[in-house]
């Protein structure tokens, strides 16, 4: 499959590019095949449920001498930020789709030159960006801390408001050029910084359908919003540095639980990012994995270069007791591809680790408890588990509609060998089509492909898959397509593709907060490929269950 990445999302410096994802673009046409793992557009109650450390304090107002404007003030860890865009009237600037209800609203719009703040206050410099995104967090969840709590657009019937946890209620003020067009208005808000670079300045950017912040380098005739940061910025340039960037480095054994990421927490505050960077000063760390011993640790950040704390020589496995019975004694038991016993096995399992049994390395379904012991026993494979029969196959009704679905039986796994075709909100017919989805099963977004199989059955996850990536007839894949959509500048360019070629069948397992893994298949190629663009595109594939 030719995998042809745009641009990207640069993971170290947070930088979102102009022209994102272009596959669907008309000169884009000899694209094939699709990005491996996909934004699954992850419910925002991922991080509802955590309670952000503030550091802020509403202040009251300041009064722009010029023209005698008022403007609300924030103080954010050590910093005075205006609450407001600005909103003074300069010969460049313009007021989106000049109207002036737009000014009053969102504030103007400047190009860079024209981007001066009132006396006593400055255009923020990138590090003075990068100060504020460590006090909220990191970059991750900005957006969704910073972003006011109205105004923003909603995406597929989700708000794209913030909860303006500190007060500083940015604002989708759009943007423009020096033509007289616009666009983006209630979907991007972006604020000029003082770093440039020939024609070109550094731009920070928040978006309705995200709950994070990122760098772009816009060219300075473009009109963006300004945030007005109090102080002088030569005295800011000409201070001792005070911040640095930290970066913790992660380790995984036996590559156990590499697919998901660590949790973060320095001084009580959650950051969604490894690399950060942070005011200097003693942090009290604790690092949490899913596989692994919590870490707790203590560092001091005050040096001028990068800083480095690698996890790697105090990283130890979450384990519990198994013990693994089958009908058939003497049967291998492998615990991440390495045979450790036979049945009946007794003994201390890594909690994330892949078990397996038998010649076959059939997968072992079962949930360890950390310190505690699971007994668990494996039942032969037939036709016991209450499957109709007919003419030596074995089918399912699915009694939510009636639907019946062809079964193929791998060992002790089984498998619907059809695509699911349930109607559910989130799914979609190849071409709104009713006939493909009879032909092909229906396409799901990842939110509900996780909670759409029936009752007894699940979405499989990548290790599941791969327990069929040797495994040849009886499968039926169909190359249903697939279903994208994705924003350019803010644009949404949606569309069906691939119908016939490819077929794309979404696993259960996440590769981030972002993004997903998918089963691919299409042309000669197969497998469940995997990759680490992170995109703003969402994807709605078919699923087996």
């Known amino acids: ?25 008309d000169e884009a046409e000899n694209v094939r095949g699709l990005l491996a793992i996909v934004k699954k557009r992850a419910p925002t109650e991922v991080f ?23 403007y609300k003030i924030v103080i954010i860890g050590k910093q005075t930020w205006m609450a407001e865009n600005l909103n003074y009237s300069t010969s460049d600037s313009k007021c989106y789709g000049d109207k002036p209800a737009n000014c009053d609203n969102y504030g103007r719009l400047y190009n860079w030159s024209t981007a001066i703040c009132p006396s006593g206050w400055h255009l923020p410099s990138k590090e003075e960006w990068d100060v504020l995104t460590a006090v909220v967090g990191g970059s991750s969840t900005e957006g969704k801390l910073l972003k006011a709590t109205s105004r923003w657009n909603s995406f597929n019937g989700k708000s794209g408001n913030g909860t303006d946890a500190y007060g500083f209620a940015a604002l989708p003020g759009g943007d423009g050029n020096s033509s007289g067009k616009f666009s983006n208005i209630g979907d991007f808000g972006r604020w000029w910084t003082s770093e440039h670079d020939g024609a070109n300045a550094y731009v920070r950017g928040m978006v309705y359908d995200s709950e994070d912040a990122f760098w772009n380098n816009g060219s300075k005739s473009y009109l963006f919003s300004v945030r007005c940061l109090q102080g002088s910025l030569s005295t800011q340039t000409n201070s001792k540095k005070t911040t640095t960037l930290l970066e913790i480095r992660p380790a995984y054994l036996e590559g156990i ?34 596989c692994y011993e919590d870490i707790n640790f203590n560092i001091d950040v005050n040096r001028d270069e990068q800083q480095v704390f690698d996890v790697a020589k105090q ?48 997968k072992v379904d079962v949930e360890l408890k950390h310190n505690g012991k699971v007994t668990h026993t494996l039942k032969s494979s037939d036709d016991s588990r209450g499957y109709e029969t007919s003419n030596g196959n074995y089918f399912f009704t699915d009694s939510r509609d009636g639907k019946k679905y062809k079964i193929v039986i791998i060992g002790r796994q089984a498998w619907m060998a059809e695509n699911l075709n349930y109607n559910a909100n989130g799914s979609k017919c190849y071409g709104n089509d009713p006939t493909y989805c009879g032909k092909y099963g229906r396409l799901y977004n990842w939110s509900t492909a996780k909670v759409v199989c029936p009752k007894g059955w699940h979405l499989p996850s990548k290790l599941e898959w791969e327990v069929l990536s040797d495994y040849k007839g009886g499968f039926s894949a169909l190359p249903g397509g697939a279903y994208i959509m994705y924003l350019s500048w803010g644009y949404e360019v949606s ?24 089963e691919h298949f299409g042309d000669s190629e197969y497998g469940n490929d995997y990759d680490d663009y992170n995109s703003i595109s969402h994807f709605i594939l078919a699923l087996f269950c």
Request: proline residues 3%; glycine residues 10%.
């Open 1 to 25: 499959m030719a995998v042809r990445k745009i641009t990207s999302k640069n993971a170290k410096n947070n930088v979102r590019t102009e022209g994102l994802v272009s596959i669907f673009n």
């Open 48 to 70: 509802s449920k955590i309670i952000p450390s503030k550091s802020s304090e509403k202040v009251g107002v300041v009064t722009d001498s010029r023209d005698g404007k008022k």
């Open 257 to 290: 639980g590499k697919d998901e990421q660590w949790n973060l927490i320095l001084n009580e505050q959650v950051f969604y990012s490894l690399e950060n960077t942070l005011p200097y000063g003693k942090y009290k760390g604790k690092l949490s994995h899913n």
């Open 315 to 362: 990283v130890k496995l979450k384990k519990g007791g198994l013990v693994l019975n089958t009908e058939k004694s003497s049967e291998p038991v492998y615990v991440n591809g390495k045979q450790v016993g036979k049945t009946p096995f007794s003994g201390s399992v890594p909690l994330c680790a892949e078990i397996e049994i038998g010649k076959g390395r059939e």
């Open 495 to 518: 569309g069906f593709k691939y119908d016939g070629s490819h077929g794309y069948w979404w696993s259960a397992s996440e590769y981030n907060v972002d993004n997903a893994y998918y």
